[in-house]
């Protein structure tokens, strides 16, 4: 099965830049979709479709997809960025198959 | 407002049944796939099943294929999870979310879940 690779966890000072990526077999390929997961909260799309936002969400989240990684980029980080991130594809190599990353826990600092 | 609200968590013994429900409004229900995904305490994320809008494609996760099974009511603007033989590492939050994708209603490539609920909780012990 295919299976997706995030850092357990990224520290962030505010203001600065963090980036959390997501390991796969030619994930470049794919299509990559993003959560964010607050504390005792349900997930939330931040990043569709590689580098598409939902409406809502804030420019500062942006994301990239190449070769076997792909990168969720949060700018100017705020306090309230502070979450669980997962990235999310389907696999084709599977009958309907979607696979989750296994979670980056954003810390700001 | 788009809302899905879970509901038919619990605790329940090992090798039991418990069926969750999830209704839906402010959206026309039957034009999208639906899922359930979990999370078990403390975990990460875990797709568990997926049906299309006519419930013409289903698919199941390899935890659970031949224990649980999902289906909808488009009449009711509700989506269900049967599950049988519970084992205790069913243990999750169990959410539900509308699907969101290249071709509407299908389970298909690139495609992902824009909506959730709260979730309900499902708890397997003795």
């Known amino acids: 099965s295919y299976v997706l690779t995030q850092p357990p966890s990224v520290s962030v000072a505010p203001g600065q830049t963090a980036r959390i990526t997501c390991g796969g077999n030619?994930?470049?390929?794919?299509?990559v979709h993003w959560y964010q997961q607050k504390p005792g909260q349900a997930p939330v799309l931040v990043v569709y479709?590689?580098?598409d936002r939902p409406s809502g969400i804030p420019e500062r989240f942006s994301g990239s997809n190449s070769g076997n990684t792909a990168t969720l980029t949060i700018s100017r980080v705020e306090a309230g960025d502070e979450a669980d991130y997962y990235c999310?594809?389907?696999?084709?190599?599977?009958?309907?198959?979607?696979?989750f990353g296994t979670g980056t826990k954003v810390t700001v600092l | 407002e788009v809302q899905l609200v879970e509901s038919g968590g619990g605790l329940v013994q090992p090798g039991r049944s418990l069926r969750l429900s999830c209704a839906a409004s402010?959206?026309?229900?039957?034009?999208?796939?639906m899922h359930w995904v979990r999370q078990a305490p403390g975990k990460g994320l875990e797709w568990v099943s997926g049906?299309?809008?006519?419930?013409?494609?289903?698919g199941y996760a390899d935890s659970v294929k031949g224990r649980f099974t999902i289906s909808r009511d488009n009449a009711k603007n509700s989506l269900y999870l049967q599950m049988n033989s519970l084992r205790a590492e069913d243990t999750a939050l169990y959410y539900c979310?509308?699907?969101?994708?290249?071709?509407?209603?299908?389970?298909?490539?690139?495609?992902?879940?824009?909506?959730w609920g709260k979730g309900t909780t499902v708890t397997v012990s003795s």
């Open positions: 999310q594809v389907w696999d084709s190599s599977s009958d309907h198959n979607y696979v």
């Open positions: 979310a509308k699907d969101m994708g290249l071709h509407l209603g299908e389970l298909s490539p690139g495609s992902y879940m824009d909506v």
């Open positions: 402010g959206f026309t229900f039957d034009d999208y796939a």
């Open positions: 479709d590689d580098s």
């Open positions: 030619n994930i470049g390929s794919k299509s």
């Open positions: 049906i299309s809008w006519n419930s013409g494609s289903i």
